[in-house]
């Protein structure tokens, strides 16, 4: 079981902070880190082109996470029960990412949850006031 802390310490400083377009990760507690990291690994899967993802602990930004450093992180554990059918993908394959967005017409900001419930959804880093949505 991985914890929040030892996610933090894969992540790499982000300097400017969150990277316009770049998908955020909002995780609050280690409950949700076995679900975020293994929803994590099947969002790379679905985009090749995605360098990494912002990781954003307790509405703190708190440094980028990149693919590489998820990877290796999962490779120490993948020893568990019918990890043999998932040879080149580790991790648990249920879970899945919420990926919101913003309601504003026009912006591209998007972000990952763990658990989606409105009330707590993330602001848009671009539009404090809007509430980051599931796409309709
Ligand atoms: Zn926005």
Same mark, same amino acid.
């Not at 995780?27 to 969002?43: K, P, R, S």
């Not at 998820?70 to 993948?78: A, D, G, H, R, T």
């Given at each position: 079981?991985?914890?929040?802390?030892?996610?933090?310490?894969?992540?790499?400083?982000?300097?400017?902070?969150? &990277?316009?377009?770049?998908? &955020? #990760? @909002?995780?609050?507690?280690?409950?949700?880190?076995?679900?975020?990291?293994?929803? =994590?690994?099947?969002?790379?899967?679905?985009?090749? &082109?995605?360098?990494?993802?912002?990781?954003?602990?307790?509405?703190?930004?708190?440094?980028?996470?990149?693919? $590489?450093?998820? @990877?290796?992180?999962?490779?120490? $554990?993948?020893?568990?029960?019918?990890?043999?059918?998932?040879?080149? =993908?580790? %991790? =648990?394959?249920?879970?899945?990412?919420?990926?919101?967005?913003?309601?504003?017409? %026009?912006?591209?900001?998007?972000? #990952?949850?763990?658990? @989606?419930?409105? $009330?707590?959804?993330?602001?848009? %880093?671009?539009?404090?006031?809007?509430?980051?949505?599931?796409?309709?």
């Amino acid at each position: 079981m991985k914890t929040l802390e030892e996610l933090k310490q894969q992540t790499r400083p982000a300097p400017t902070g969150l &990277a316009p377009g770049n998908p &955020a #990760l @909002y995780i609050d507690n280690d409950e949700q880190v076995q679900a975020a990291t293994a929803g =994590l690994i099947h969002y790379f899967a679905n985009d090749d &082109a995605l360098r990494g993802i912002d990781l954003v602990v307790a509405g703190e930004p708190a440094g980028f996470l990149p693919r $590489e450093a998820l @990877y290796n992180m999962l490779e120490f $554990e993948s020893k568990g029960l019918g990890d043999g059918d998932l040879a080149n =993908l580790p %991790g =648990l394959p249920e879970y899945r990412l919420q990926i919101l967005h913003c309601p504003q017409p %026009g912006c591209n900001e998007r972000c #990952l949850v763990t658990f @989606y419930r409105p $009330e707590d959804a993330p602001f848009c %880093g671009l539009h404090p006031t809007k509430h980051m949505e599931p796409q309709p």
